[in-house]
């Protein structure tokens, strides 16, 4: 049980880092949600996780695209012992393409943030002599897609950076780990299915099975409730000498 632990998730009002948190609540910990947005359906997920599963839940609004507010997000939570960096987003283009502004939020919000928020709460973990940083990376921190770059560097950025934390606390009771998803039905990809029925003139079926999951040789998309578990399954005793690692969750994807 993770009871007494406060574990903060970047980017957690939607999809995965929604899941994870839920996950972590269920095992018992206290959770901090957050994204950049200050909604008051952002407040009643907390809400709502709170009286589900009779924990601490708040919601902290900052941007993960600012090193400042990302450092304020762990200060305001006052303690973290569980990190979980999943804060992401995603543009398509050529290189030659890509729009430079892109190019420095994917690098600001999927790998900068990490380095702020790891750099905050380490000295949290190390006062309360427990910890773990958990960065949801990527199949794409392993391998690559065209039109990807700047999601490709950020995620193997992230992989290398995990390992780095992990050296640096490796003597600790801390460990830093990375988790590579393979494609998961959150509601950013639910949304892109009726354009690509459209574009293709394909079925949903044949959408997801030969367009999204055309890498995945599972022909399943990974769930959030399996990126939460993997996480609780990290905070647990069977994974305190796992660190510097990546756990892929990608239906064979890396396997290829
Ligand atoms: P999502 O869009 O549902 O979730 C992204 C979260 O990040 C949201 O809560 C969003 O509000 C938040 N966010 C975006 N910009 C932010 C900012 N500036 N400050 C704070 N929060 C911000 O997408 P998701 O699929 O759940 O993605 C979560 C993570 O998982 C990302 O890092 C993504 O790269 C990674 N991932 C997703 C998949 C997939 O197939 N869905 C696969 C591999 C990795």
């Known amino acids: ?23 972590l609540a269920k095992a018992g910990a206290n959770v901090v949600l957050n994204s950049f947005t200050n909604l008051p359906e952002d407040h009643a997920l907390a809400e709502g996780i709170a009286s589900e599963f009779g924990v601490e839940a708040r919601y ?11 450092r304020q997000l ?5 303690r973290c012992d569980i990190l979980i960096n999943n804060a992401g987003i995603q543009h398509v283009a050529p290189v030659q393409d890509f729009p430079a502004e892109k190019w420095d939020a994917i690098i600001a919000i999927n790998l900068s943030s990490a380095y702020h928020t790891v750099a905050a709460a380490l000295p949290m973990m190390r006062a309360s ?3 773990r940083v958990i960065n949801i990376a990527s199949a794409h921190g392993l391998t690559a897609s065209p039109y990807k770059s700047a999601y490709v560097a950020a995620k193997h950025g992230i992989v290398g950076f995990s390992k780095t934390i992990a050296l ?11 988790i590579c998803p393979g494609y998961v039905l959150t509601p950013l ?24 999951l055309a890498r995945q040789p599972s022909k399943q998309f ?8 993997t996480a609780v399954f990290l905070c647990s005793p069977a994974a305190d000498q796992i660190t510097g690692t990546t756990i ?4 064979g994807w890396t396997a290829l």
């Open 1 to 23: 049980t993770l009871a007494g632990k406060t574990a903060v998730i970047t980017g957690s009002n939607s999809g995965i880092g929604l899941g994870i948190a839920r996950e």
């Open 60 to 70: 902290i609004p900052a941007d993960m695209s600012k090193g400042d507010s990302a």
């Open 74 to 78: 762990i200060t305001s939570a006052g």
């Open 129 to 131: 002599g427990w910890g």
């Open 168 to 178: 640096e606390t490796a003597e600790e009771p801390i460990t830093c780990n990375a």
């Open 189 to 212: 990809v639910e949304e892109q299915i009726p354009g690509t029925m459209k574009e293709y003139g394909m079925d949903r079926e044949t959408v997801i099975r030969d367009v999204m």
């Open 222 to 229: 990974a769930t959030t409730e399996q990126m939460g578990g």
């Open 248 to 251: 892929s969750v990608d239906g």
